[in-house]
């Protein structure tokens, strides 16, 4: 394991202090912890917009897409 020195607002430690007994572990317990979670929420986060758009740009092949989509929001306004 690698040692790193943090620095936290005396709230935030105080905090860890007490959360630490609650549990009985140590409190870089708790920290190791939470880089985990926030590692593997990280890694299942959505793909960004941008990165979609690059992926499927030019995947429609059936025509102009804009008349396409006019065409069915027309279906839509027609039903009122």
Do not use: C
């Not at 960004?48 to 069915?72: N, P």
């Amino acid at each position: 394991m690698v040692r790193t020195v943090v620095s936290l607002d005396p709230e935030d430690k105080e905090w860890l202090d007490r959360k630490a007994l609650e549990e009985h572990v140590a409190m870089t317990e708790l920290v190791r912890r939470a880089v985990k979670r926030m590692r593997a929420e990280n890694a299942a986060s959505p793909v960004s917009f941008e990165t979609l758009l690059q992926a499927t740009a030019g995947m429609w092949r059936a025509g102009d897409g804009l008349a396409y989509q006019q065409k069915l929001r027309d279906e839509w306004t027609s039903r009122e």
